[in-house]
């Protein structure tokens, strides 16, 4: 998701903490170095499983599943499934 004048708007700590299994995620992954040092882009991939670190594991798709690491520093927007959600 894009702000205004093309600036990355990260999700809040709450927004995060309601991702669930099979939920979309989409996450800023490194796309090289340019002229200007480090460039990034947008990656989406499902929810699979919380990771040790305290984010989520992502299946990234392809052939074999490639796998994505999101955690509250990385995560640009999510996209949550159906269903209902549990109040806390």
Partial sequence: MKGHY???LTVTDEQFARIRHGDKVTILVPAGIGRNGQEWTQATGRAVMRSA?????LNM??????PGLADESNT?????????????
């Fill in 6 to 8: 093309g600036q990355v």
């Fill in 53 to 57: 670190h305290g984010g989520w594991v």
């Fill in 61 to 66: 798709g392809g052939r074999y599943g490639t």
């Fill in 76 to 88: 640009v927007a999510i996209h949550y499934g159906r269903g209902p959600r549990r109040k806390k």
